[in-house]
């Protein structure tokens, strides 16, 4: 008898994933939707994941949920990750993913779109699991993916009014004005983020913060986003917004009739052309 | 006419190098030997712990090429090899210098019965290939050297071992690893059985380099083991490596890793640095010539008397003395002077000495001597510094690419070839103004004119003749002629201004700054008791002593005592339990501290901005810097070796004198003295400070195992992992970990095994001091790094979690001050990292009223023990039930005030608890409303009803979700006004495939869903659709807006429904409907449905978009157009009576519908 094959769909908080779930909902019956939980995500991202579970009328396991980033912070000493050391990829995304999976065979459904089809998403290439693209398959474009949500009545998760991408709320691939943006929609996170700059965790526990400033390379001065703290980014808002407004304007001039969504990732693209965490923001 | 060579002859050995395999055991390299102090010290090393004790040792000497190291391997081999003329001839060597010495010689050989054998000897010279090959070639060779062929296994039990290896070492297979170290150390255990065994490595830096530039196997391991086989309680093997430069020097270059492990197979070997210096190496040029004509000994004595005393005035104190400048003789004494610089600078040490004073070169003293006449009344004949320049410097016998000084040599050689037409006098003039340059660096060596007079009477006008042809200049500042460029930085003012500068600082600043000394292993203790122990080294001048922190990667500090050398400093009554601190104590710092300063200013002068620019000047203090930094180093040594140190374990009082011993002996006494109770671990890859990658993932694994699976055997572990035999050798054979299949017995507990104990019980202390107030681990930690126990920090966190575990139902533990019910692999991971950020709090078993409540709340929750042994009534179990209960909770049921009263502050009280003994019987009584459990009570009356309280108040809490979500069931059936799912389910359904408002549409589908199984799983994707939030995240605000919301869609839904319903009488089929209203002027209104056909909505609206653009063109506006449209659909709408009468059918359908819905 051979083994049982899991049918596996990773969900990022984004929308595509998201509508992803919601049509093969009817179709794999046997699915399994997952979530890799850095602990560090937008609050509306986890809102919108209980809503997605709602919708779907299934769990999503959420992998990875007691060694999220607060944790791996504390086992580095507050030695912070950056595009030359992402171990936060790597620690709190495949590792869990290749571990929950296993060594099942296992088909896992992956939500590149039709109209993004160069895209690059995680494709595990441990030889036990097959990849499937649905949306590629059934030419489903970035309109299909909207009306999948609005049918589903599940809609955009809301930090898509300021960001282009899921992730970390400090995730140092953000842009300055999405920087500006968690300033504002999340002062909280803003600031909590301000401490891990400094290597300290605020609130770990009862006590209070956690610092780990004499510890991970002392006396280097880490930035989340280049070149700048993000105290220092702060207080150039409105530089930034100005930018960002007259990039988004281009943007938007050179196309009509773009969705909010699609504008806005365009006229951040704009001002960094790093590709992101491709792990992260599927 | 008589030669000098009549009357004097020349000691013949010195001509070539030695070689081990080659001159071992032969008389001829012994031939003409002289022992001096550097060869007498290692000698005295080996033999001393040969006749002492019944184990070896090990040294690794490091000296320059050509400093004589393999003379003294032979000299060695020959000392203690079989009875014979060569071991007398060595012998002999030996007594003359020192006659302790040989004595102790013989004491060797009598105390291993190895008088008639002696030793087995193990020579190799070291090629580039793996060391294992090195070592084998030389353990063959010492069988050979024994039996002649590989004896049979019943003489040699070793014997088959050997020829595997040696098969294994000649197969050109590349996956034949060759001989395992293993195998190595086996066959040398076998011969040393026998007699002792002495392995010399020669040219051991040529394994280095193979093991660095990764073309071999660098096992350390198998060096080490070697070395600790033969240290301690060990067998006697003596292992001696021969290498020019420190394994850290060769290994330069090499990965991180790869050096820090050989630092540490380092720290098993004595290091000895072999290197003579010039007052020595004099010494040896007086042994090579042998006056035997008195009358002309006597004639050198007077010209010697007269010379010493021109030197003497000139301040070269070195050859003062005449005896010196005679035994050199026919050496000019400038000659004598600058021989051992000239050799140890650009040469080969000895080796190049003694080719020239010995060699058949014409140029060579010994040919010298041959051609010399003498004659009476005639000045004696000498080796002027021309013919040293013209053996050395023309004739290309010395080749200075090496020394790091060629351009100079370069600059010199090339100028005095390429100036012709100079007399004899100016040319022997220039040569020696060109060698005395060649060797100074400052001071009295130098070509000032003076010392130029001693080279020939008249110096003073061929100088200036020279000076004239351009051959020579004369530098000032110097005070010195060159016959090179050289720099006008005047760097002898700038090293004496620094000199001036730097020696008015204490002496431990200076050495500071010049000297980072390097930790020492304290080599017997770490053999004997399988733990390194190392020692940081700094110097130190008095003061408050403190001693280590616990924490530290070293196991103790050892201070050279650089200050005032006749006090010892004592520590403050608090460094009881501290690491040890050893003072060292020399007798005098007089050479060091004028090495030290002399490296200090050099290194100042550096820094100079003149020295910056000037790159002659920059090389030619690179160069001074290098050989003071030789003469410190030396320096050094002789100021802590050993008999000139006192080596003093500190303590409060005036501590405790050690032996010194060779080598770091007094560490080694110190470790026995301050750790005595070190638990053996009996697992090398765990037992560390630092883990290896590998050791930690598998620490980490050990951890996991041990919280995750303790109930299981071996923890669960399959297979030979590295966890796996961490388990094994640490908790297994301690029994820390008994386990038994099926079961559930205490899984950890205090070790049975004796060395444990001690650890065990200072753990078990510090636990119990966590009674009266919490105790952060890091203190825990700390007592078990410091003495008596001294763990390695690397077990700590394994003793630690197996004494948490074993203790799990009365030790609690905080993270960051909160309480975690239990410990997780996770928490684990950051319990190693940090210990710091965790507290324990010891909770001993409940009594009197508490214990009643205790038990009452078991029975009613249902906790059953996590060991059968044990007894359920604890207060960490309860309220781990308890914490985790509510962390379960969803944050609708955290926040909701839809709660009974209790269960509202109990649940309040719950999260916000962090004392679980303040929770259970303060807290969480007083917001249920029953009074506090006083710890001194005897006895509460209320226990039963307080704990079924505190039983409702969680069923409450579990189910109110559900609870919620069956509530929104009903409301959502109450107002589509039917009593099944299905029902509402079937009529969405219906209207799945309409065209529709996507508001609308969301909430439809959702109706719709029959994928679900049962209504509660309906129920909350609808509600997430209609409040857009999943309600498991809802307040109660939400649930308020949900209330309302809903009523609207369901409103909205029934409507459609009536359509839909209408449109089936009307005619069936798919719909999109408008219900139109016109109101004409004079208020009289109409109503129709009117709906377009989908096999007929493309068509009409191709019509309706052509009439749109005429009439648009046409009136010129698109907004007239489309209202004139209106306008007059609007009236071609206008009822006849027929029509009217089926309206007001439709109308009242409608309202019939409507009512239905509203009121049921």
Same mark, same amino acid.
Request: with cysteine.
């Given at each position: 008898?051979?083994?049982?094959?899991?049918?596996?769909?990773?969900?990022?908080?984004?929308?595509?994933?998201?509508?992803?779930?919601?049509?093969?909902?009817?179709?794999?019956?046997? @699915?399994?939707?997952?979530?890799?939980?850095?602990?560090?995500?937008?609050?509306?991202?986890?809102?919108?994941?209980?809503?997605?579970?709602?919708?779907?009328?299934?769990?999503?396991?959420?992998?990875?949920?007691?060694?999220?980033?607060?944790?791996?912070?504390?086992?580095?000493?507050?030695?912070?990750?950056?595009?030359?050391?992402?171990?936060?990829?790597?620690?709190?995304?495949?590792?869990?993913?290749?571990?929950?999976?296993?060594?099942?065979?296992?088909?896992?459904?992956?939500?590149?779109?039709?109209?993004?089809?160069?895209?690059?998403?995680?494709?595990?290439?441990?030889?036990?699991?097959?990849?499937?693209?649905?949306?590629?398959?059934?030419?489903?474009?970035?309109?299909?993916?909207?009306?999948?949500?609005?049918?589903?009545?599940?809609?955009?998760?809301?930090?898509?009014?300021?960001?282009?991408?899921?992730?970390?709320?400090?995730?140092?691939?953000?842009?300055?004005?999405?920087?500006?943006?968690?300033?504002?929609?999340?002062?909280?996170?803003?600031?909590?983020?301000?401490?891990?700059?400094?290597?300290?965790?605020?609130?770990?526990?009862?006590?209070?913060?956690?610092?780990?400033?004499?510890?991970?390379?002392?006396?280097?001065?880490?930035?989340?986003?280049?070149?700048?703290?993000?105290?220092?980014?702060?207080?150039?808002?409105?530089?930034?917004?100005?930018?960002?407004?007259?990039?988004?304007?281009?943007?938007?001039?050179?196309?009509?009739?773009?969705?909010?969504?699609?504008?806005?990732?365009?006229?951040?693209?704009?001002?960094?052309?790093?590709?992101?965490?491709?792990?992260?923001?599927? | 006419?008589?030669?000098?060579?009549?009357?004097?002859?020349?000691?013949?050995?010195?001509?070539?190098?030695?070689?081990?395999?080659?001159?071992?055991?032969?008389?001829?390299?012994?031939?003409?030997?002289?022992?001096?102090?550097?060869?007498?010290?290692?000698?005295?090393?080996?033999?001393?712990?040969?006749?002492?004790?019944?184990?070896?040792?090990?040294?690794?000497?490091?000296?320059?090429?050509?400093?004589?190291?393999?003379?003294?391997?032979?000299?060695?081999?020959?000392?203690?090899?079989?009875?014979?003329?060569?071991?007398?001839?060595?012998?002999?060597?030996?007594?003359?210098?020192?006659?302790?010495?040989?004595?102790?010689?013989?004491?060797?050989?009598?105390?291993?019965?190895?008088?008639?054998?002696?030793?087995?000897?193990?020579?190799?010279?070291?090629?580039?290939?793996?060391?294992?090959?090195?070592?084998?070639?030389?353990?063959?060779?010492?069988?050979?050297?024994?039996?002649?062929?590989?004896?049979?296994?019943?003489?040699?039990?070793?014997?088959?071992?050997?020829?595997?290896?040696?098969?294994?070492?000649?197969?050109?297979?590349?996956?034949?690893?060759?001989?395992?170290?293993?195998?190595?150390?086996?066959?040398?255990?076998?011969?040393?059985?026998?007699?002792?065994?002495?392995?010399?490595?020669?040219?051991?830096?040529?394994?280095?380099?193979?093991?660095?530039?990764?073309?071999?196997?660098?096992?350390?391991?198998?060096?080490?083991?070697?070395?600790?086989?033969?240290?301690?309680?060990?067998?006697?093997?003596?292992?001696?490596?021969?290498?020019?430069?420190?394994?850290?020097?060769?290994?330069?270059?090499?990965?991180?890793?790869?050096?820090r492990?050989?630092a540490k197979?380092?720290g098993?070997?004595?290091?000895?640095?072999?290197?003579?210096?010039?007052?020595?190496?004099?010494?040896?040029?007086?042994?090579?010539?042998?006056?035997?004509?008195?009358?002309?000994?006597?004639?050198?004595?007077?010209?010697?008397?007269?010379?010493?005393?021109?030197?003497?005035?000139?301040?070269?104190?070195?050859?003062?003395?005449?005896?010196?400048?005679?035994?050199?003789?026919?050496?000019?004494?400038?000659?004598?002077?600058?021989?051992?610089?000239?050799?140890?600078?650009?040469?080969?040490?000895?080796?190049?000495?003694?080719?020239?004073?010995?060699?058949?070169?014409?140029?060579?003293?010994?040919?010298?001597?041959?051609?010399?006449?003498?004659?009476?009344?005639?000045?004696?004949?000498?080796?002027?510094?021309?013919?040293?320049?013209?053996?050395?410097?023309?004739?290309?016998?010395?080749?200075?690419?090496?020394?790091?000084?060629?351009?100079?040599?370069?600059?010199?050689?090339?100028?005095?070839?390429?100036?012709?037409?100079?007399?004899?006098?100016?040319?022997?003039?220039?040569?020696?103004?060109?060698?005395?340059?060649?060797?100074?660096?400052?001071?009295?060596?130098?070509?000032?004119?003076?010392?130029?007079?001693?080279?020939?009477?008249?110096?003073?006008?061929?100088?200036?003749?020279?000076?004239?042809?351009?051959?020579?200049?004369?530098?000032?500042?110097?005070?010195?002629?060159?016959?090179?460029?050289?720099?006008?930085?005047?760097?002898?003012?700038?090293?004496?201004?620094?000199?001036?500068?730097?020696?008015?600082?204490?002496?431990?600043?200076?050495?500071?700054?010049?000297?980072q000394p390097r930790p020492m292993v304290a080599?017997?203790h770490s053999?004997?008791?399988?733990m390194l122990r190392m020692f940081s080294v700094r110097?130190?001048?008095?003061?408050?002593?403190e001693p280590l922190d616990a924490f530290s990667q070293f196991d103790g500090e050892a201070l050279? @005592?650089?200050?005032?050398?006749?006090?010892?400093?004592?520590?403050?009554?608090?460094?009881?339990?501290a690491k040890p601190v050893i003072?060292?104590?020399?007798?005098?710092?007089?050479?060091?501290?004028?090495?030290?300063?002399?490296?200090?200013?050099?290194?100042?002068?550096?820094?100079?901005?003149?020295?910056?620019?000037?790159?002659?000047?920059?090389?030619?203090?690179?160069?001074?810097?290098?050989?003071?930094?030789?003469?410190?180093?030396?320096?050094?040594?002789?100021?802590?070796?050993?008999?000139?140190?006192?080596?003093?374990?500190?303590?409060?009082?005036?501590?405790?004198?050690?032996?010194?011993?060779?080598?770091t002996?007094?560490l080694?006494?110190a470790c026995?003295?301050v750790y005595?109770?070190?638990?053996?671990?009996?697992?090398?890859?765990?037992?560390r400070t630092d883990?290896?990658?590998?050791?930690?993932?598998?620490?980490?694994?050990?951890?996991?195992? @041990?919280?995750?699976?303790?109930?299981?055997?071996?923890?669960?572990?399959?297979?030979?992992?590295?966890?796996?035999?961490?388990?094994?050798?640490?908790?297994?054979?301690?029994?820390?970990?008994?386990?038994?299949?099926?079961?559930?017995?205490?899984?950890?507990?205090?070790?049975?095994?004796?060395?444990? !104990?001690?650890?065990?019980?200072?753990?078990?202390?510090?636990?119990?001091?966590?009674?009266?107030?919490?105790?952060?681990?890091?203190?825990?930690?700390a007592?078990?790094l410091l003495p008596?126990?001294g763990m390695k920090a690397a077990?700590?966190?394994?003793?630690?979690?197996?004494?948490?575990?074993?203790?799990?139902?009365?030790?609690?533990?905080?993270?960051?001050?909160?309480?975690?019910?239990?410990?997780?692999?996770?928490?684990?991971?950051?319990?190693?990292?940090?210990?710091?950020?965790?507290?324990?709090?010891?909770?001993?078993?409940?009594? !009197?009223?508490?214990?009643?409540?205790?038990?009452?709340?078991?029975?009613?929750?249902?906790?059953?023990?996590?060991?059968?042994?044990?007894?359920?009534?604890?207060?960490?179990?309860?309220?781990?039930?308890?914490?985790?209960?509510?962390?379960?909770?969803?944050?609708?049921?955290?926040?909701?005030?839809?709660?009974?009263?209790?269960?509202?502050?109990?649940?309040?009280?719950?999260?916000?608890?962090?004392?679980?003994?303040?929770?259970?019987?303060?807290?969480?009584?007083?917001?249920?409303?029953?009074?506090?459990?006083?710890?001194?009570?005897?006895?509460?009356?209320?226990?039963?009803?307080?704990?079924?309280?505190?039983?409702?108040?969680?069923?409450?809490?579990?189910?109110?979700?559900?609870?919620?979500?069956?509530?929104?069931?009903?409301?959502?059936?109450?107002?589509?006004?039917?009593?099944?799912?299905?029902?509402?389910?079937?009529?969405?359904?219906?209207?799945?495939?309409?065209?529709?408002?996507?508001?609308?549409?969301?909430?439809?589908?959702?109706?719709?869903?029959?994928?679900?199984?049962?209504?509660?799983?309906?129920?909350?994707?609808?509600?997430?659709?209609?409040?857009?939030?999943?309600?498991?995240?809802?307040?109660?605000?939400?649930?308020?807006?949900?209330?309302?919301?809903?009523?609207?869609?369901?409103?909205?839904?029934?409507?459609?429904?009536?359509?839909?319903?209408?449109?089936?009488?009307?005619?069936?089929?798919?719909?999109?409907?408008?219900?139109?209203?016109?109101?004409?002027?004079?208020?009289?209104?109409?109503?129709?449905?009117?709906?377009?056909?989908?096999?007929?909505?493309?068509?009409?609206?191709?019509?309706?978009?052509?009439?749109?653009?005429?009439?648009?063109?046409?009136?010129?506006?698109?907004?007239?157009?489309?209202?004139?449209?209106?306008?007059?659909?609007?009236?071609?709408?206008?009822?006849?009576?027929?029509?009217?009468?089926?309206?007001?059918?439709?109308?009242?359908?409608?309202?019939?519908?409507?009512?239905?819905?509203?009121?049921?």
């Amino acid at each position: 008898m051979g083994e049982v094959v899991r049918h596996i769909c990773g969900i990022s908080g984004g929308k595509d994933s998201s509508a992803l779930a919601v049509y093969l909902r009817g179709e794999v019956p046997e @699915m399994e939707y997952f979530f890799c939980d850095t602990g560090a995500e937008l609050p509306e991202t986890y809102e919108y994941l209980t809503r997605l579970e709602a919708i779907l009328g299934k769990p999503i396991a959420r992998l990875n949920a007691s060694r999220g980033f607060d944790h791996w912070f504390e086992v580095f000493r507050g030695a912070l990750p950056s595009p030359q050391m992402r171990w936060c990829t790597k620690n709190m995304k495949i590792k869990p993913i290749e571990e929950w999976i296993g060594d099942a065979p296992a088909v896992s459904y992956v939500a590149i779109r039709a109209d993004e089809s160069n895209r690059k998403g995680y494709v595990s290439t441990k030889p036990n699991i097959k990849t499937l693209f649905p949306f590629i398959e059934d030419g489903v474009d970035h309109d299909g993916v909207m009306r999948i949500l609005q049918d589903a009545g599940i809609g955009l998760p809301e930090y898509y009014e300021w960001r282009t991408r899921s992730g970390c709320y400090f995730c140092f691939y953000q842009r300055k004005a999405e920087w500006i943006g968690l300033s504002e929609r999340h002062p909280e996170l803003f600031d909590r983020a301000v401490a891990i700059e400094q290597k300290v965790l605020q609130d770990a526990g009862v006590d209070g913060d956690a610092d780990f400033g004499d510890q991970a390379m002392r006396g280097r001065q880490y930035t989340w986003s280049g070149g700048e703290t993000l105290l220092q980014l702060r207080s150039r808002r409105d530089q930034i917004l100005e930018r960002h407004e007259a990039s988004l304007a281009r943007s938007n001039k050179s196309r009509t009739n773009v969705p909010l969504v699609e504008a806005l990732a365009d006229a951040l693209d704009e001002d960094d052309d790093t590709l992101p965490c491709t792990v992260c923001a599927l | 006419m008589a030669l000098l060579s009549d009357s004097i002859t020349v000691a013949g050995r010195y001509a070539r190098s030695a070689n081990l395999e080659r001159d071992a055991a032969q008389l001829e390299p012994l031939d003409g030997y002289v022992v001096t102090a550097r060869t007498l010290d290692v000698i005295e090393r080996i033999v001393t712990t040969a006749a002492k004790g019944p184990a070896g040792g090990a040294w690794s000497l490091t000296g320059p090429y050509g400093s004589g190291k393999s003379s003294l391997a032979l000299l060695l081999d020959a000392t203690i090899g079989a009875k014979g003329d060569t071991r007398e001839t060595a012998l002999a060597l030996i007594d003359e210098v020192s006659p302790e010495v040989g004595v102790l010689a013989r004491q060797a050989h009598q105390r291993h019965g190895t008088h008639e054998s002696g030793f087995h000897r193990a020579l190799v010279t070291a090629q580039r290939e793996p060391l294992s090959h090195t070592v084998l070639r030389a353990l063959e060779a010492a069988v050979l050297r024994r039996y002649n062929k590989i004896p049979a296994k019943s003489r040699f039990w070793a014997a088959k071992t050997l020829r595997d290896a040696l098969s294994d070492m000649a197969a050109d297979d590349p996956r034949r690893t060759g001989p395992s170290p293993a195998a190595l150390v086996e066959i040398a255990r076998c011969l040393a059985e026998e007699s002792p065994l002495l392995l010399v490595i020669d040219e051991f830096g040529k394994n280095l380099e193979a093991i660095r530039d990764g073309g071999a196997d660098g096992d350390p391991y198998l060096l080490q083991q070697l070395a600790e086989a033969g240290q301690g309680s060990g067998l006697p093997i003596f292992v001696v490596t021969l290498q020019h430069l420190s394994f850290d020097d060769c290994l330069a270059g090499a990965a991180g890793a790869q050096r820090r492990e050989w630092a540490k197979v380092q720290g098993r070997f004595e290091d000895i640095a072999f290197v003579e210096s010039p007052t020595q190496t004099r010494a040896l040029i007086g042994t090579v010539f042998d006056v035997h004509d008195d009358e002309l000994r006597s004639r050198i004595f007077r010209w010697a008397k007269s010379e010493a005393k021109k030197l003497r005035s000139l301040g070269i104190a070195e050859l003062a003395d005449p005896e010196v400048v005679a035994a050199c003789y026919p050496l000019h004494s400038l000659a004598s002077l600058v021989l051992p610089e000239l050799c140890s600078r650009y040469g080969q040490q000895e080796r190049t000495l003694f080719s020239f004073l010995a060699g058949s070169d014409p140029q060579s003293a010994a040919s010298f001597l041959g051609e010399a006449a003498i004659a009476q009344r005639r000045p004696l004949p000498l080796l002027g510094l021309d013919r040293v320049y013209d053996y050395f410097v023309a004739s290309g016998a010395l080749n200075a690419s090496g020394s790091g000084q060629s351009s100079r040599w370069i600059e010199i050689a090339s100028r005095l070839r390429d100036s012709y037409g100079l007399s004899l006098p100016q040319q022997r003039l220039a040569k020696a103004v060109a060698l005395l340059n060649l060797v100074s660096t400052s001071g009295t060596v130098r070509a000032s004119k003076q010392m130029l007079r001693l080279v020939d009477s008249s110096a003073d006008e061929i100088l200036v003749e020279l000076e004239e042809t351009g051959i020579v200049t004369y530098r000032e500042f110097a005070d010195e002629y060159r016959v090179w460029h050289g720099t006008d930085v005047d760097i002898r003012g700038l090293v004496d201004a620094a000199l001036e500068q730097v020696q008015h600082q204490p002496l431990v600043e200076i050495l500071t700054s010049v000297h980072q000394p390097r930790p020492m292993v304290a080599a017997r203790h770490s053999s004997e008791h399988d733990m390194l122990r190392m020692f940081s080294v700094r110097y130190f001048d008095g003061g408050e002593v403190e001693p280590l922190d616990a924490f530290s990667q070293f196991d103790g500090e050892a201070l050279l @005592m650089v200050g005032d050398t006749t006090s010892v400093p004592s520590l403050g009554p608090s460094a009881v339990a501290a690491k040890p601190v050893i003072a060292a104590i020399p007798t005098d710092v007089t050479e060091l501290k004028e090495s030290a300063c002399e490296v200090a200013a050099v290194l100042f002068a550096l820094e100079d901005p003149g020295v910056a620019e000037d790159w002659v000047a920059r090389r030619e203090l690179s160069e001074r810097l290098a050989q003071s930094r030789v003469t410190f180093d030396r320096a050094a040594a002789d100021a802590f070796g050993t008999d000139t140190c006192k080596w003093v374990l500190l303590d409060a009082a005036e501590g405790l004198e050690l032996h010194p011993g060779r080598g770091t002996s007094a560490l080694s006494q110190a470790c026995d003295e301050v750790y005595r109770s070190t638990p053996a671990v009996g697992n090398e890859m765990l037992n560390r400070t630092d883990l290896t990658t590998q050791g930690s993932k598998a620490r980490r694994l050990l951890l996991e195992g @041990m919280i995750e699976h303790s109930d299981e055997p071996d923890l669960g572990f399959t297979g030979h992992g590295p966890e796996m035999a961490m388990y094994r050798a640490f908790m297994e054979r301690t029994n820390i970990h008994i386990s038994r299949q099926g079961n559930a017995t205490e899984a950890f507990g205090e070790p049975t095994n004796e060395s444990l !104990g001690v650890a065990w019980d200072v753990m078990q202390t510090e636990f119990n001091r966590a009674k009266s107030r919490r105790v952060n681990l890091r203190d825990v930690y700390a007592a078990l790094l410091l003495p008596p126990v001294g763990m390695k920090a690397a077990v700590v966190p394994v003793f630690v979690t197996a004494g948490l575990l074993a203790s799990a139902d009365r030790i609690a533990l905080y993270e960051h001050g909160t309480f975690k019910p239990v410990l997780t692999p996770e928490i684990s991971e950051r319990m190693v990292r940090n210990p710091g950020h965790f507290d324990v709090k010891h909770f001993a078993n409940t009594t !009197g009223a508490r214990r009643v409540v205790v038990d009452a709340l078991a029975k009613r929750l249902n906790i059953r023990p996590a060991r059968s042994r044990r007894r359920v009534a604890n207060v960490l179990a309860i309220v781990g039930h308890l914490v985790s209960g509510v962390r379960r909770l969803d944050n609708y049921t955290l926040r909701t005030a839809h709660l009974s009263e209790a269960t509202r502050n109990a649940r309040d009280a719950l999260v916000a608890a962090v004392e679980p003994d303040e929770l259970l019987f303060a807290a969480l009584p007083e917001a249920l409303g029953f009074r506090p459990v006083r710890s001194d009570a005897k006895s509460y009356s209320a226990a039963q009803s307080y704990a079924n309280t505190v039983g409702s108040v969680l069923d409450e809490l579990d189910g109110c979700y559900e609870l919620l979500l069956t509530d929104l069931v009903g409301l959502l059936l109450e107002e589509c006004a039917e009593n099944t799912r299905l029902a509402v389910c079937g009529q969405a359904a219906a209207l799945e495939n309409e065209v529709l408002d996507p508001a609308v549409r969301a909430f439809v589908l959702a109706l719709a869903n029959d994928t679900v199984d049962n209504d509660t799983d309906w129920m909350r994707a609808i509600a997430t659709v209609v409040a857009k939030k999943a309600p498991a995240e809802w307040g109660d605000d939400d649930l308020k807006r949900f209330r309302s919301d809903l009523s609207e869609q369901v409103a909205a839904f029934r409507r459609l429904v009536a359509l839909h319903a209408q449109c089936r009488i009307d005619g069936g089929g798919p719909f999109d409907a408008l219900r139109v209203t016109v109101t004409r002027s004079d208020g009289s209104e109409d109503i129709r449905l009117v709906s377009v056909d989908n096999a007929h909505r493309s068509q009409t609206e191709r019509v309706l978009d052509s009439a749109l653009t005429e009439l648009t063109d046409t009136i010129g506006s698109p907004q007239i157009a489309h209202q004139a449209l209106l306008a007059l659909l609007g009236e071609r709408l206008l009822p006849n009576q027929a029509d009217a009468d089926e309206l007001g059918d439709d109308r009242a359908r409608f309202d019939e519908g409507l009512r239905r819905f509203r009121y049921g």
